[in-house]
């Protein structure tokens, strides 16, 4: 992890930096697709000073700049620093989203879809239903 110490922080915009790489250092540290209050959280930490609204602008940056994903859930966005191609699991019951890297236990006919007059760019797909500790719990 980067160490305020370690960067000049004589503009505004090198400040920025600094916060930018501090949360992506959070997201990338971490499997459990955070939301952004858990990442404030932690960033607090390490900049006493940062605010939720600092979070939330850097996110969108980095999202911008495709190092960082959103995985839109119906309550809040989740974030994972895994850019590339996968699909995601969430539990109904805990809530916990994993990782799914197995991209070959769905096969798309994109020749349905452009016969219908669409092209397909991208696709993602969240798995839902009840992970393997809640089932082990009884849940």
Known sequence: MIKKSEIGLATKKLRRSFHREII???ISSTDIHPTAEWIYERAKKVIPTISLGTVYRNLNILKEEGRI???????EG???AKTYKHYHFKCKICGNIYDIENLDIIKIDKSYFEKRGFAIEDCDIVFNGV?????MEGN
């Open 24 to 26: 992506y250092d959070i």
């Open 78 to 80: 989740r974030f994972d």
């Open 131 to 135: 992970c393997n500790y809640c089932l």
């Open 69 to 75: 994903i959103e995985i839109v859930d119906e309550k």
